[in-house]
């Protein structure tokens, strides 16, 4: 104990800006890693911890003066490493299970170190140090719950997805979903998705992924099993002829193949969800049909033609939704550096005036007359009297 209380010590003396405390001597220890980072604030400097377990994170904030004796708390009998930063040090204490201490210390410039730490510390919902097993699984997570380096811009994206959810989510305090997840095919973002909602948030799910390919659907079925994920299965079908009769909360189809996307928004229109997330692919439904007399320059270039009528086609479904009734927005999904698909429709049922929802129909009818466009969705929504 002395011998410990003398490394922290001389770590403390040091202008200290971050610790990562890890590696348990036991799994009673109630955290699996706990990091400890110098903030300030109002020109007063002091230390967040986090506290991570298996699902959640833990924060306490804590005066500059109380390192020492935090340290000492959560280290004393319960972790093996510790990692600690100042701008021209570099600490690394090691406890063996006998209590031996060793102490290495080394000159290092730091402040690079400590700058990319903080960049990267902002406030994500699928936070380091959750133990996320689709995430360790799909190669982004370590064991331990560290993001794989090369793995960073996946993780982002991930949370990214996760960030436009939630900010729909929250406005409600919602108990129990239903929840559609169209063209699931074999990446993790189900599994992922379903963590988030009884994990995270605690909200009873129901959540049901559908694809075309039958060895998929098997393979991500005992994967779900495997989770102990028991709400969540998939299914063999189309989207375009799928029969669901009760009721739909939320739809999510990302990266549907060109009028798959329409088919399945015009199914969650049907089914009157209270959430659409729409991540579209492939739109050459347009790209075939755009002809205009007024404005050939776009149609001049197959690659000007090309982007286009992908922007049109998603402007109309936006429009189109709006018509019915739902609140739309078009976002960036991920940096278009990393991806060219990069645009997610987040539609919510809203009170639309009849004068905005007129006004997105006539909007669409202007450009499909201009470019002689026969929209899927639009010619679905008409068939059965929805707008």
Known sequence: MEELKKSINEITNDNIVKVVISNKLNKDVEYNKINI????KNNKEYYQIEKYTDKQVFHENIEKNMLNEKMLEFINGKYKQVGAWSETNTYDLKISKKGK???GKKKSDNKNVVNKSHNREKNYI???GMLIQP???LGVFTKEGKVVNSKYDKYKQINRFIEIIDDEIKKNDYKELTILDFGCGKSYLTFVLYYYFVEIKKIDVKMIGLDLKADVIKKCNEIAKKYKYENLTFELGDINGYKYTDKVDMVITLHACDTATDYALYNAIKWNAKMIFSV???QHE?????RSSEFSLITKYGIIKERVSALMTDAVRGNLLEAIGYKT??????DIAHSPKNIL???SKGNISKDKREKSLKEVNNIINEFNLEPTLLKLLKNDNLI
Request: hydrophobic share 50%.
């Open 329 to 334: 927005q078009l976002l960036e999904f991920i």
């Open 101 to 103: 201490i060793f102490l």
């Open 135 to 137: 995430l360790i699984d």
């Open 286 to 290: 347009f790209n075939d049909q755009i």
């Open 280 to 282: 579209p692919c492939c």
């Open 37 to 40: 980072q110098l903030k300030e």
């Open 345 to 347: 429709i987040r539609a």
């Open 126 to 128: 699928l936070k380091e």
